[in-house]
């Protein structure tokens, strides 16, 4: 889940245009062989990313890390990953296939580029600064993959700090 924050009293919808946000899924198949035998399997991950930067090629997107790459030294010996595909889809349905850049899982923030993602679509402003306790704080959210054509799942709350 990314995080963007203002300190004044503004709704989501004045800074977080519903234009910005994509619906992530990645989809990876895996191959397990024994002597000549081989299954295959796989897994979908999904979550929620908005648009940051929109260029004449395409866009840049930001997710979480947890959603983007998997951690391949959690599968058992011998699994290889046979296809890895990641895809956003936009509010209107349309879908991209997408490239993760960069991520870094110790702030669990990952960085796509949508090829070809450059018409009805609009960036996310980002907060130059980090909130600070009581600040407004909106998060974009699919938890558990829910998802719903032109719906931006938005969850509003108060930034309480850092706590260890």
């Keep these: 889940m990314l995080t963007t924050s203002c300190g004044l009293k503004k709704t989501a919808s004045e800074f977080l245009p519903r234009k910005s946000y994509v619906y992530v899924q990645k989809t990876v198949k895996l191959r397990k062989c024994l002597d000549d035998k081989c299954m295959e399997g796989g897994f979908t991950a999904s ?3 908005f648009i940051v930067k929109i260029t004449y090629e395409g866009s840049y997107i930001m997710t979480a890390s947890h959603v983007c790459v998997e951690d391949k030294n959690q ?3 011998g ?7 990641v895809l956003v889809e936009t509010l209107d349905g349309r879908t991209y296939t997408a490239e993760v850049l960069d991520h870094d899982p110790d702030i669990d923030i990952c960085l796509m580029f949508a090829e070809n993602l450059t018409s009805k679509v609009k960036a996310a402003r980002i907060a130059d600064s980090p909130p600070k306790e ?4 909106f998060n974009i ?3 558990y993959g829910i998802h719903y054509n032109n719906v931006v799942p938005i969850f509003e709350g108060r930034y309480i ?3 260890g």
């Design 47 to 49: 979550g929620s990313g």
């Design 75 to 77: 599968y058992i010996g």
């Design 79 to 85: 699994v290889e990953v046979v296809s890895e595909n």
């Design 134 to 137: 009581g600040d407004k704080v």
């Design 141 to 143: 959210a699919s938890p």
């Design 161 to 163: 700090g850092i706590k």
